[in-house]
């Protein structure tokens, strides 16, 4: 696992994982522009569309999608140096209501005529600085709920730990780690 900055001023990462070729933001924002592999989604998962979001027409969800995403992104790569990241990413667990450390967090499309099922998952390092671990769209209440948004909360679980066990608990140990295995 390998991390690449995002912004210039080190306040946003994108965890590569081995085995791919690209990070998960440049991954989560090409299925999200890709109207095959949307289509193919949303036909999976229709029946969760249709319950939560009151939405049948796939079609529609692929455009809202494509939309949001584009939306999103421009959010996120054309983000002001001084810009709050702290606005944009929000706890992962509605409850929590205190930091901790190295934090599970999320960042949510704004689609306009219904809510986003975009989500963009992060590791909040410090206040302003995270790591994007992954992206899904979640159709359900819960990430449990499906086999998608499990393998995002793994995935957040999973570079957690593995900060942890390098020793990185907050920004300055994970700049020290980066110089270090450069």
């Not at 989604?41 to 995403?69: N, P």
């Not at 709920?145 to 909360?153: A, D, G, I, S, V």
Request: aromatic share 12%; charged share 30%.
């Amino acid at each position: 696992m390998r991390f690449e900055r995002i912004l210039d001023n080190g306040r946003l990462w994108a965890v590569m994982y081995d085995g791919e070729s690209v990070n998960v933001l440049e991954k989560v924002f090409t299925q999200w522009n890709d109207y095959e592999w949307l289509r193919a989604f949303f036909t999976k998962h229709v029946e969760d569309l249709s319950s939560f979001f009151h939405i049948t027409d796939i079609d529609r969800a692929v455009f809202d999608t494509v939309d949001d995403a584009n939306e999103l992104e421009c959010l996120i790569l054309d983000i002001d140096p001084e810009a709050n990241l702290d606005e944009l990413f929000r706890p992962l667990e509605n409850t929590r209501l205190t930091e901790v450390l190295l934090g599970r967090e999320k960042a949510k499309g704004k689609y306009h005529t219904h809510a986003s099922w975009l989500r963009l998952y992060a590791i909040r390092l410090e206040s302003g600085r995270y790591i994007i671990t992954g992206g899904a769209i979640k159709l359900t209440a819960t990430m449990q709920e499906r086999e998608h948004t499990l393998e995002e909360l793994n995935n957040l679980n999973r570079v957690r730990d593995y900060l942890i066990s390098l020793g990185v608990f907050d920004y300055n140990g994970f700049e020290d780690y980066n110089e270090e295995s450069n």
